[in-house]
Antibody, heavy 121, light 107 residues
């Protein structure tokens, strides 16, 4: 059974930083692209970032480009999202999501339960 | 960037009703479209991939169709467990994007 367990969320001041982690199990982590999707309170889903299986390709939403960095450690079965220069509008539940192969042309087939990031003074 | 417009944004229906949700893309995305179901307090779950492929374990009352710029998700006979919010997502071009969602509520 695929399991994705996010951690690292919390309350941070505007301009601050956080690093989210996602521990994956139940599948061959190094064979799948992974992605982060966020959901602001009471709002819809927003795609944030994606990384290929071997980390050679990384993609970002315009809203986070230059501030967020996605990475992965295949030896630890862990996905990361380094978030810098945080803004109030980054407040959301952040989901770690497994892609069905690549992310492009496929689908998002397994979701974690999310970790909440709150940016506020 | 590709914009996805879902309609309606809200739908009130009864158990047994046939329900159709539409997703329009601002440019062609072939069949690289998925539909997700999200219940309150839960993570989304994929129901349809590749515009029309039913995911494993999803009841056959769900179906998807379309290609290019116009897509539909149909629930042939709405059941109590289907009341949720549904999102479409295009996976053809980065940045990937979601529709605004359709909330299906009990009439």
């Amino acid at each position: 059974e695929v399991q994705l367990l996010e951690s690292g969320g919390g309350l941070v001041q505007p301009g601050g930083s956080l690093r989210l982690s996602c521990a994956a199990s139940g599948f061959t982590f190094s064979s799948y692209a992974m992605t982060w999707v966020r959901q602001a309170p009471g709002k819809g889903l927003e795609w944030v970032s994606a990384i290929s299986d071997n980390a050679d390709t990384r993609r970002y939403a315009d809203s986070v480009k230059g501030r967020f960095t996605i990475s992965r450690d295949n030896s630890k079965n862990t996905l990361y999202l380094q978030m810098n220069s945080l803004r109030a509008e980054d407040t959301a539940l952040y989901y770690c999501v497994k892609c069905g192969g690549m992310c492009q042309y496929k689908w998002l087939d397994s979701w974690g339960q999310g970790t909440l990031v709150t940016v506020s003074s | 960037d590709i914009q996805l417009t879902q309609s309606p944004s809200f739908l009130s229906a009864s158990v047994g009703d046939r329900v159709t949700i539409t997703c329009r893309a601002s440019q062609g995305i072939t069949n690289s479209l998925a539909w997700y179901q999200q219940k309150p307090g839960k993570a989304p779950k994929v129901v349809i991939s590749g515009a029309s492929t039913l995911q494993s374990g999803v009841p056959s009352r769900f179906s998807g169709s379309g290609s290019g710029t116009e897509f539909t998700l149909t629930i042939s006979s709405l059941q109590p467990e289907d009341f949720a919010t549904y999102y479409c997502q295009q996976l053809n071009t980065y940045p990937l994007s979601f529709g605004g969602g359709t909330k299906v509520e009990i009439k």
